[in-house]
Nanobody, 115 residues
Framework: QVQLVESGGGLVQPGGSLRLSCAAS????????MGWYRQAPGKQRELVARMTGGGLPNYADSVKGRFTISREDAKNTVSLQMNSLKLEDTAIYYCYINILGRTSWGQGTQVTVSS
């Protein structure tokens, strides 16, 4: 099973930026969909952004124009650049990869947007 390790969460003021990274074990992940979900307290986990196996990005409407997902195959990483952060972006962010119908998750990283 693929191991995913996230990093880069933290506390930021509204309007600020953070960059999340997710490192995957193995070297085959680049052909599979990979991305980020988030879960705020009392809410369901929701898709934030994903990169298809073909390298096309998709975003939730709530983050379009503010977040950018990227993938660096040589380092087996996928990153999420988050700009213009809002209070409602506060959540635990989870990296995932879907390999032939099986989804693996990272442990999650906390992002808190607060003044």
């Amino acid at each position: 099973q693929v191991q995913l390790v996230e990093s880069g969460g933290g506390l930021v003021q509204p309007g600020g930026s953070l960059r999340l990274s997710c490192a995957a074990s193995g070297s085959i992940f680049s052909i599979y969909p990979m991305g980020w979900y988030r879960q705020a307290p009392g809410k369901q986990r929701e898709l934030v952004a994903r990169m298809t196996g073909g390298g096309l990005p998709n975003y939730a409407d709530s983050v379009k124009g503010r977040f950018t997902i990227s993938r660096e195959d040589a380092k087996n990483t996928v990153s999420l650049q988050m700009n213009s952060l809002k209070l409602e972006d506060t959540a635990i962010y989870y990296c995932y990869i879907n390999i032939l119908g099986r989804t693996s998750w990272g442990q999650g990283t906390q992002v808190t947007v607060s003044s």
